[in-house]
């Protein structure tokens, strides 16, 4: 479709713009390359969506069937160019990136010096979302299950989201200022717990939402699809796009449900994982400052009890 021709140099010079603002991005795409070691989910989202887009404007352009002025097959060209700039930036973005190597170095006596390792990160903590939606940062130990049999050595530390010494410090914190409180009201080891993980709890809960609302959308549009189906038998009906769209509206509403099922479940285990390391280690730290009068009621086998099974 045509613009009017009285706005065609203001929508021409709009599109340079934004044009010339893909170009910077690109610059910008590079320092945070060198500097952020994980894509960012946003970008990732904005690009994709951004692409999308541009090729529905770009579809409905060449479907309009007009003849367009010579400016205005200028604005389209310019379109494909911006088109090939976010498809570079999408990529770029999801180009894999080199991990630092974190070392924390410490002088010995006189000149020797070694160097012990900072931290080990896992490839869930550098995945993009796309790699964490398919779980596809599993692949390289899928890959060695197939060569060899897994072994110890060959599995990853655990994500530093979920490492038992970050979570009990965080539960620690929030447990110690609710026996701050202790003179308004009793402690709450529950209000510690919400704290600690009610994030990941209520994230877990969204999920769950979302695949039951799903289930229940999917009746919906296998309705619509018999009343495509139906309407072929009779006088008038329904255009053969309709179908399609349903049946495409079908596919993706089973993959969608399918990766929020899976995100679901992997939050939750997540979360459960956390609350039994920040009570395992309230207990631990408890157990250290027992009294000998305390200790001959708590045994060892009891405590090791509340560790393994309560």
């Known amino acids: 479709m045509t613009p009017p021709s009285g706005i065609l140099d203001v929508f021409t010079v709009s ?4 044009t010339a603002s893909y170009v910077v991005a690109i ?48 604005v389209q060209e310019i379109r494909c160019a911006r088109l090939f700039l976010v498809v570079s ?11 630092p190597v974190f070392v924390l170095a410490e002088d010995g006596d006189g ?30 130990l899928f890959k060695t299950s197939r060569v060899k049999q897994l072994s110890e050595d060959d599995l990853w530390e655990i994500p530093v989201g979920c490492r038992p010494a970050g979570v009990a410090q965080i539960f620690d914190a929030n447990w110690q200022h609710e026996l701050k409180q202790r003179d308004k009201r009793s402690p709450s080891l529950l209000w510690a717990l919400l704290k600690t993980v009610g994030p990941y709890f209520l994230l877990g809960g969204v999920f769950k939402l979302m695949q039951d609302a799903l289930v229940l959308l999917k009746p919906v549009l296998l309705s619509l699809l018999l009343g495509f189906v139906a309407s072929h038998t009779t006088d008038s009906p329904q255009p053969m796009s309709h179908g399609y769209f349903y049946a495409f509206c079908m596919l993706v509403l089973q993959n969608i449900q399918t990766i929020v099922l899976h995100q679901g479940l992997q939050i939750n285990t997540e979360t459960g994982l956390k609350i039994r390391s920040s009570l395992t280690a309230a207990i631990y730290k408890k157990a250290l400052r027992l009294s000998n009068e305390t200790r001959q009621e708590y045994t060892t086998g009891k405590i090791s009890t509340l560790y393994s099974v309560d």
């Open 15 to 18: 599109q340079l713009l934004q």
């Open 27 to 74: 610059r910008l795409h590079y320092l945070e390359q060198t500097r952020v070691y994980k894509p960012s989910g946003m970008l990732l989202l904005f690009w994709l969506a951004t692409i999308l887009l541009s090729l529905v404007t770009l579809r409905t352009d060449y479907s309009a069937g007009d003849s367009p002025s010579e400016v205005y097959s200028s």
């Open 89 to 99: 930036l999408f990529c770029a973005e999801l180009w894999p990136r080199k991990l």
């Open 111 to 140: 000149d020797d010096a070694f160097a012990t390792p900072f931290g080990v990160r896992v490839p869930k903590d550098d995945a993009n979302i796309f790699s964490q939606l398919a779980f596809s940062w599993l692949s390289p």
